[in-house]
């Protein structure tokens, strides 16, 4: 799917800052990019999330941050969209702010290298994990909580404060992970990457993704590489990967039946891939989710 081009801070052009909360059945926001960097905490929520050229399960309490025109998008499991059965919900908190805005604003108070290395970095997407996850969410919590703007801004500069100094996170985009997607086909990747979430478990057919976008099989290979600097193979695979890893982790599954439920033709080739993922095999794996 391609991402369209997103105008979060569209008549709010004397703001710096803004923020959204989300409660809801489920994310309904198609993979989209924006100029604004964006701190998220997932209250609520689990299913697939693509940022930049990663693909991940996502879980309620994850906390994340974006920087400036990267691609993204939460994606819920099936669960949330069966009217007759869910009762899940779709719970966030969302901060989004213009960097350029924010760090001329702050440089009239003193030096904001560290501010600007960590915003920089933030273009790879940023997952954060012990002490810092903690203090973020209280402070995004204190934040949305706060009527005036005054105590919201010091609760946006304690965040700040947080980031600009903190080593507790993961990167979730490539090193070499460069933005080529146009706003010419905003809804393009949108359909292949729904489609491959409804349907990895299958032996999906090229032929028939490419027809989603209208291109013979050649031509998707082409254009799916050029926008996700992966193979449409590399990038199922990674789906099924990580789905296989959600269900090792939720103990629902034996081993040997996980390869056929994910998709996969034979239980070597699912040993062989989840290996080259994850460093170990999935028995090994699920040894590791049972001692962690």
């Given at each position: 799917m391609k991402p369209v081009f997103a105008k979060i801070l569209e008549g709010l052009d004397n703001e710096v800052f803004k923020t959204k909360v989300i409660d809801q059945p489920y994310f309904s926001t198609a993979f989209h990019f924006h100029v604004?960097?964006?701190?998220?905490?997932?209250?609520?929520?689990?299913?697939?999330?693509?940022?930049?050229?990663?693909?991940?399960?996502?879980?309620?309490?994850?906390?994340?941050?974006?920087?400036?025109?990267?691609?993204?998008?939460?994606?819920?499991?099936?669960?949330?969209?069966?009217?007759?059965?869910?009762?899940?919900h779709a719970r966030s908190i969302s901060v989004f702010f213009n960097p350029d805005k924010l760090v001329g604003l702050l440089e009239q108070l003193g030096n904001m290298q560290k501010m600007k290395t960590v915003l920089q970095i933030a273009g790879r997407g940023m997952k954060f994990y012990g002490e810092t996850k903690s203090q973020l969410k209280k402070l995004l919590v204190q934040l949305v909580k706060e009527e005036e703007d005054f105590p919201k801004m010091i609760s946006l500069f304690k965040i700040l404060e947080v980031l600009s100094h903190t080593k507790e996170y993961h990167l979730l985009a490539s090193q070499g992970y460069t933005n080529t997607y146009q706003l010419k086909d905003n809804d393009r990747m949108d359909k292949v990457f729904k489609y491959v979430f409804e349907n990895f478990a299958t032996d999906m057919q090229l032929d028939d993704v490419a027809a989603l976008i209208n291109m013979n099989k050649q031509a998707f290979c082409r254009y799916f590489k050029s926008r996700t600097q992966k193979t449409f193979v590399e990038f199922v695979n990674e789906v099924r990967i990580g789905h296989a890893c959600k269900l090792i982790t939720d103990g629902e599954r034996q081993i040997g039946n996980l390869a056929y439920e994910c998709g996969f033709n034979s239980l070597s080739n699912f040993n062989r891939f989840f290996k080259e993922a994850k460093g170990v095999t999935p028995r090994d794996y699920k040894k590791m989710v049972a001692t962690a």
């Open positions: 604004e960097c964006q701190i998220t905490y997932m209250v609520e929520s689990e299913g697939k999330r693509i940022i930049g050229d990663s693909i991940e399960n996502f879980e309620k309490g994850e906390l994340i941050l974006l920087g400036s025109n990267i691609p993204h998008v939460w994606y819920n499991s099936e669960a949330y969209f069966d009217d007759k059965v869910n009762q899940k």
